[in-house]
């Protein structure tokens, strides 16, 4: 039988945090907010209106193609792609279609394999369909709230061979979006979207599949991870009993955790596109790009490194500690003071949950370690020792931690400190993991 | 002379002078309106506040206490705006286009909407899906168009003066037949903001005056860089009147392209001729050149309009405002679907980027000419006005009116049309182009040339 790999390609939407939208003078903003209250002739498609393009909005996509490694096109122009949706009061959206802003980057996994990304472009966003039921009444309301808020698009390459790569590649770029500071990337609140295009190929072929099939409206990790493994499953099930699978649009039953047909795509839709009229192109000189790209703040995939490098810091702590800059900050501060004790350090803002319960100042912080080091003088490698002398008396204890109960960790720290007395918790559940896994 | 026949830089001496009020002058144009409104259905909606505002008008402003038309595809608060199309009808803006609020607050008064054809889809005002305007010089025949409405208001002296807009021709044609002064400025130089859009890439608003002195005064207060119009050009904006005064004693270098002879109907190539004389007893040097022929323009603008056009009409679909898509004209229809193939996969190529790529030659050819011309004469119109019913079965009408139109139009130049006689007692226009922005210098030749002719001032018997 044929082993088949997938290939998977991902369409990104990301909306920017500006003040203002895309291309007028109404708040970005639009979560929580009351129905058609940040609107104005623009963002309506009212008669005679005319869209000014918003600078800072340019300036972010641009950030962000260059933090993926991108070119720039010196030449570029907003283009409209035609169609009618009720969410599109224009009839039209205004995008990019043949002069992006940004092209040809890419972006490494941990692995060392490089995920090629097409292109970064700038766009507005669609108004909000509301499907409800009003006095019994079936009705299509539409809030245009949402309606030319900027949104930029990555697009990659078909380069994802597995669920686990592209789940890795999106959470490293919500990463880079929130290093750039230009989005909330919030999944939940959907200002970060994805756009999963999966299809299956025979092992070792390079060929790409005559199909494919693209997910959407997925709007967590989690989810685009179980919709990619259930889609290879289906589409590799249809290919093994001689179906080519259909192309498509699938959306994702999350209480079923399968896919599900939403519209067949017979064709490649017309979306007529042409330059966009009301807006002039845009010229760009290589010295305002590298002003651009002065500004590009240090990335946490660079720190990262670096706490794994200077600091002897595991890849996953490092993550963590990177995640969020004050974070960072802070760990970096401390580690600095305490270069012989950066381990335990990030292991305790880590275990310690750090947040705003944290003293405000590293140094309030070193004071608390000092003190809860003194109530820790026993060298690791007794403690182990130790430990696991104790633990070997609650087997079936154990035997539960290992299964992932986490009651059963509570427990083992417990009968710990009932024998050994004021040791650090974070220091016994390490020690815990160590052993038991 | 009755108040309402009036230039607007007469009025306003008047007014100074305190020789009558604003009030008398709006009285005036609504009286004229009222007479003859039925007969040539020019107006499409009356302002009723018209008379208050003129009582509380402030004359030192530059247009205070002035009458002026305005055409439907300009959105005016209070006013409702349609374009001239059924689809639209009883629509009522939510916001002030810039051109107007402009024109409002250098105190205009805006009495009245003018009808046009339907969403500027003309050069007749026959396709106004609210009848045809008729031309105040003869009744059987068509004002010319889209701004037929506003060309015929000036001409039978119900305004004082009018805004237009042009696409290609839309202003300088109809003003060519009804014997007024039209200005269709540089792409960019007045905002299209408020402006219901006809081809985005060449939309340009501006006056239908009595004069060219009327013109220079209503084209200072309307142009300018628009923060909501990101096509309109940061180039400061001068004091029309003075620069074309100034300028006046200045001999130009003219150009005139033979190519553009060519097209004229035989009638009227005499009196062409005749305002070229005109201009040499002036001062100004006239030569003959060569432009790309304009019949190339045509397919040029068609397609580019066309394409723009299916683009642009796409937001009226029945689900916020308006009617729904049953309601649009033939004519609308046809552009939509002539459009929307221009722009399919496949052909765009063939059609649309070609159509831009034989722009930039015309442009290219334009900027060869100024290199050698200050200004280059431009008929605006082969002929005269034609008959009602004239555009029956013929979906080509305006672009083959507008032959003489189109290059500068596509080109994105200045332009004017200006009374230089009659032939069988219908007027006949002659006009200028100039390089973009190069506005003060057609004003200035045209100014002369009206310092010393009284084509301009010839009314019809209505």
């Given at each position: 039988m044929i082993t088949y790999e997938p290939v998977i390609g991902f369409e990104i939407h990301v909306e920017l945090k500006?003040?203002?939208k895309m291309f007028c003078?109404?708040?970005?903003?639009?979560?929580?907010?009351?129905?058609?209250?940040?609107?104005c002739p623009v963002c309506l498609g009212l008669p005679g209106a005319l869209p000014v393009p918003n600078a800072k909005a340019i300036d972010w996509c641009l950030k962000l193609g260059l933090a993926l490694g991108c070119q720039v096109n010196l030449h570029s122009k907003f283009d409209r792609k035609n169609y009618f949706y009720p969410d599109l009061p224009k009839g039209y959206q205004i995008s990019q279609y043949d002069?992006?802003?940004?092209?040809s980057g890419h972006l490494a996994l941990l692995s060392g394999k490089n995920i090629r990304i097409t292109r970064v472009h700038m766009e507005e966003d669609t108004a909000k369909m509301q499907h409800t039921e009003i006095n019994g009444e079936k009705l299509s309301l539409i809030d245009f709230?949402?309606?030319?808020v900027p949104l930029v698009e990555v697009v990659t390459e078909p380069?994802?061979?597995s669920s686990d790569e592209a789940v890795e590649f999106l959470k490293e770029i919500q990463v880079i979006v929130r290093d750039l500071d230009i989005?909330?990337?919030d999944m939940e609140k959907g200002s970060m979207r994805l756009e999963a295009n999966i299809s299956m190929r025979p092992q070792g072929q390079t060929k790409l599949p005559e199909y494919k099939v693209e997910i959407k409206n997925v709007n967590s990790f989690r989810f685009i991870k179980k919709s990619m493994d259930f889609e290879q499953s289906r589409q590799t099930q249809l290919l093994n009993s001689g179906v080519s699978p259909v192309q498509e649009t699938r959306g994702f039953n999350e209480s079923k955790g399968e896919t599900v047909s939403q519209?067949?795509?017979?064709?490649?839709?017309?979306?007529?596109?042409?330059?966009?009229?009301?807006i002039p192109p845009f010229v760009f000189s290589p010295h305002y790009i590298e002003s651009i790209r002065r500004t590009?703040?240090?990335?946490s995939s660079v720190n990262r490194q670096e706490l794994s490098d200077t600091?002897?810091?595991?890849t996953a702590n490092a993550y963590i500690i990177c995640s969020d800059h004050k974070m960072y900050t802070y760990f970096i501060h401390l580690a600095s003071t305490m270069p012989d004790k950066t381990k335990y350090i990030s292991d305790f803002i880590i275990n310690k949950r750090?947040?705003?319960?944290?003293?405000?100042t590293p140094e309030k912080l070193l004071a608390l370690i000092n003190e809860s080091q003194n109530s820790f003088q026993i060298d690791p490698k007794i403690l182990s020792e130790k430990v696991s002398n104790i633990l070997s008396q609650y087997p079936q204890a154990v035997s539960d931690y290992q299964s992932g109960k986490i009651q059963a960790r509570s427990y083992l720290i417990g009968q710990v400190k009932k024998s050994?007395?004021?040791?650090e918790t974070a220091q016994i559940s390490m020690i815990i993991k160590e052993l038991y896994g | 002379m009755k108040l309402n026949q009036l230039s607007i830089s007469e009025a306003k001496i008047g007014l100074k002078n305190k020789q009558f009020s604003s009030q008398e002058l709006v009285e005036a144009c609504l009286q004229q309106i009222s007479r003859y409104n039925s007969k040539?259905?020019?107006?499409?909606?009356?302002?009723?506040?018209a008379l208050k505002e003129a009582e509380k008008?402030?004359?030192?402003?530059?247009?205070?206490g002035i009458p002026i038309a305005v055409k439907d595809n300009f959105l005016t608060l209070g006013l409702t705006t349609t374009a001239s199309a059924d689809l639209l009808s009883g629509y009522r803006p939510q916001y002030e286009s810039t051109v107007t609020a402009r024109l409002k607050s250098a105190?205009?008064?805006?009495?009245g909407k003018t009808n046009m054809d339907a969403w500027a889809h003309?050069?007749?005002?026959?396709?106004?899906d609210f009848g045809p305007t008729l031309n105040p010089?003869?009744?059987?025949r068509l004002p010319g168009g889209s701004s037929g409405g506003s060309a015929a208001a000036v001409a039978a002296d119900m305004c004082l003066g009018a805004i237009g807009s042009e696409t290609a021709g839309s202003i300088r044609q109809p003003a060519s037949w009804c014997s007024v002064t039209g200005f269709k400025p540089t792409?960019?130089?007045?905002?299209?903001?408020?402006v219901i859009a006809m081809a985005s890439s060449t939309d340009s608003p501006g006056p239908m005056t009595k004069t060219v002195a009327d013109s220079a005064l209503m084209l200072s207060v309307i142009a300018g860089q628009d923060p909501?119009?990101?096509?309109?050009?940061?180039?400061p904006v001068l004091d029309y009147v003075k620069n074309m005064k100034t300028l006046t004693k200045r001999k130009f270098a003219i150009g005139f392209p033979k190519e553009y002879l060519e097209v004229l109907e035989p009638e009227i190539k005499p009196l062409i001729i005749a305002a070229i004389e005109k201009l040499e007893a002036l001062g100004h040097s006239v030569k003959e050149t060569s432009l790309i022929?304009?019949?190339?323009?045509i397919g040029v603008y068609t397609i580019l309009q066309r394409s723009e056009v299916s683009s642009n009409l796409a937001?009226?679909?029945?689900?916020?405002?308006?009617?729904?898509?049953?309601?649009?004209g033939q004519e609308a229809k046809r552009r939509i679907m002539l459009g929307t193939y221009t722009l399919s996969v496949g052909l765009y190529d063939q059609y649309y980027r070609k159509a831009q790529q034989v722009r930039t030659l015309i442009i290219n050819d334009f900027n060869r000419a100024f290199s050698q011309f200050d200004l280059i004469i431009n008929?605006?119109?082969?002929?005269p006005a034609l008959k009602i019913?004239?555009?029956?079965?013929?979906?080509m009408f305006g672009e083959l009116q507008d032959i003489l139109a189109e290059p500068s139009s596509i080109a994105g130049l200045p332009g004017i049309s200006l009374p230089c006689g009659f032939v069988n007692g219908l007027p006949v226009g002659f006009g200028l182009i100039a390089p973009q922005f190069h506005e003060p210098d057609i004003l200035a030749v045209s100014h002369a040339f009206q310092q010393t002719t009284d084509y301009h001032l010839q009314k019809p018997i209505l």
């Open positions: 500006t003040l203002s003078g109404c708040p970005a903003d639009h979560f929580g907010k009351p129905p058609n209250s940040q609107t002069q992006p802003f940004c092209h709230n949402r309606s030319g380069d994802f061979s989005s909330t990337a519209r067949r795509k017979e064709q490649a839709h017309d979306y007529r596109y042409f330059p966009e009229p009301d590009l703040p240090k990335l600091y002897g810091l595991s750090y947040g705003e319960k944290f003293p405000e050994l007395g004021n040791v | 040539f259905n020019v107006f499409l909606k009356m302002n009723d506040q008008s402030d004359i030192s402003r530059p247009f205070g105190g205009a008064i805006i009495i003309g050069s007749s005002t026959e396709t106004s010089w003869d009744a059987t792409y960019g130089r007045t905002s299209r903001y408020g909501f119009d990101a096509t309109s050009s940061p180039e022929h304009p019949k190339y323009s937001r009226f679909d029945g689900i916020r405002f308006g009617k729904d898509r049953t309601a649009f008929p605006p119109t082969p002929g019913g004239a555009t029956r079965n013929q979906p």
